[in-house]
Every structure is written in C-alpha cells, then in structure tokens.
C-alpha cells in the first residue's frame, strides 16, 4: 500500500497542564497521529533559540518524527500555552504572543517539502500573525494541483478574523470545524446560521470545497459533500482530556480521504481515532497496535 507524505503547517508549542508541560499544537498532534497510521507525518513550524525549542525537536524525535522542516528563531520564544482543563476534560487556553511560528520563513527547504506533499494540514492560529500568513500562502501554492489541503478552523481568543476564514476557505479542498466554531465562522463570513447541514452546503458551494466536516464532541460527526452525507453518533469513552483528540479525528479523516474511502469509512475511523485521544492523557500517547489497526481498516 503506498505511503502518503502529510504535512502538519502551523504552530509547535508546549501545552503548559498544572501537572507539567506536554508537546503540542495542532499541526505536530496531527503528523504524530498520522505517522501512527503508517503515513509520513511531518510537521513545519518553528521554535526559539532556546531549552523549549531544543527539547521541542527533542521530543519529536522521541516520537519518531522528524525535524528537518523546524524552523529556528533567533529572536522569538518557543511558543506556549498555559492550559486548565475542567471536571469534564474540556481545556481552556491562554496562548503567549509573539512566539517563533509567528515568524515562519519561506525557504527552500520549505518549497521542496511543498512539492512533494500528498496532503497539507493548516489552521487559523498560526495565521495571526501576517509573516507567517504570509508564508502559509506561499506553501499552499507551490503544492501540486493534486495535494490535498486541509483548513482546520481553530478558533482561538482573538486570533482569527473573516478575512483569515475566508482566505482560508479558498485555499481548502475539505474544512473542518466544530459545532461550536460553525455559526461563528458561516456568520462572519455573512451566512445566517439556522442548521448545520444548510451551512455546511453553503461553504461548500460558496467557497468551492470537496468535503466539510463538523464535529460534535462526544455526539459524532457530519460529514457533508457535494453528492452525500454521513453522521456518526460519536463513540462512548470514558475521557481523560480531549486535548488533541480534534487532530487525531482529522488524521484518520485525511488518511482515509487519501485512500479515496467512503464518507462512511472517513466517519467511522475518524471517530475511533478522536474517542482513542480522548481517552487517554494528553495528545501524543504511546501507540495501541490493536486499536491503530481498526481505524487503519475501517469500513461502512
């Protein structure tokens, strides 16, 4: 079976929980979560000239990642976020500004790792600032017609804005987002919010996207394309943090996509994958052969 290269952009930072601090941000939980599967997963971001930074890269060697696409910054910190999660493992957010991926360079080791992407990952967060926007454009660019680019809404404090949504939107052959994230976003964009599937239909059509995906926590997913759609009730498990668990819906959604599956497969291994995370602590857990291999093969 071919190997698919996935390429996480966006910000690497280190979620800081009242017990200790733990690797995160979205793009590197999504390349871990798809390495897991058995693709490449890779993640470009950048880290300070710092211990943060060099523990970072260190950290995701550990996780069998590499880290020739880190940026290093000589100027800014390595980005973190100081986390509390509540008694139902939802957490709250409260993330540093300015940090090194608010800095990304458009390199050449950039634009050749742009070029043999199969898939590219990319958020609204790492867009707040107008370099790495900047940069993010530039990426999604130089990608082959074919890549698949991928717009996770990650709505953040103040870090987003219609303009970014919209850009973005443009970019993206499958977007998704939350349940919570979709009146907001079809709102600012100027489409008045009355149900999830009228507005999945109109980003879809208005923005000329292949597939739209909205979770919903702990009650499943909608998957919606122009020709289908498919919901999942969402998998019961006893959470420990949901912290990642988002990303790693979104990996075995891509990873399946890839793989030119049914809506129904995407739906039903992107729901193992994310209810998996959400059981566990934290968003890199070590791996579960027996239960990676059911959403590698998950079927209608």
């Known amino acids: 079976m071919r190997k698919f ?79 509390e999660v509540d008694v139902k493992g939802q957490p709250a957010f409260q993330i540093a500004e300015p940090v090194a991926w608010d800095a990304f360079e458009w390199t050449p080791p950039w634009r050749a790792l742009a070029t043999r992407a199969d898939a590219v990952c990319f958020g609204s967060l ?42 973005s939107a443009k970019q993206a052959d499958i977007i998704k987002l939350n349940h919570e994230e979709l009146p907001t976003v079809v709102q600012l964009l100027g489409f008045p919010f009355h149900d999830e599937e009228s507005a999945a239909q109109w980003l879809l059509h208005t923005f000329h996207i292949k597939l739209v995906c909205i979770t919903r926590g702990a009650r499943g997913s909608l998957l919606v394309s122009e020709y289908a759609k498919h919901e999942h009730p969402g998998i019961r498990v006893h959470v420990a943090d949901t912290v990642g668990s988002g990303d790693a819906f979104t990996a075995a959604l891509v990873y399946h996509y890839l793989r030119r599956d049914s809506l129904a497969s995407m739906n039903e291994a992107a729901n193992q994958m994310g209810a998996w995370i959400a059981s566990q602590t934290g968003a890199t857990p070590a791996p579960d052969e027996a239960h990676l291999e059911l959403i590698r093969i998950a079927s209608e």
Not at 17 to 24: I, K, M, S, T, V
């Open 5 to 83: 290269t996935t390429v996480g952009l966006g910000e690497l930072l280190w979620d800081i929980f009242p017990q200790g601090r733990q690797l995160g941000g979205a793009p590197a939980n999504f390349a871990y979560m798809t390495s897991l599967l058995g693709d490449e997963g890779i993640v470009a971001s950048r880290v300070g000239s710092d211990e943060l930074g060099e523990e970072a890269k260190h950290r995701l060697q550990g996780l069998g990642l590499g880290t020739s696409s880190i940026q290093l910054d000589p100027t800014y910190r390595t980005g973190v976020v100081q986390v």
């Open 126 to 167: 790492a867009q707040r600032c107008t370099q790495s926007r900047q940069t993010i454009y530039s990426f999604l660019k130089t990608i082959r017609p074919e890549t698949t680019r991928v717009f996770d809404v990650n709505l953040r404090q103040s870090f987003y804005s219609a303009q970014i949504l919209a850009d």
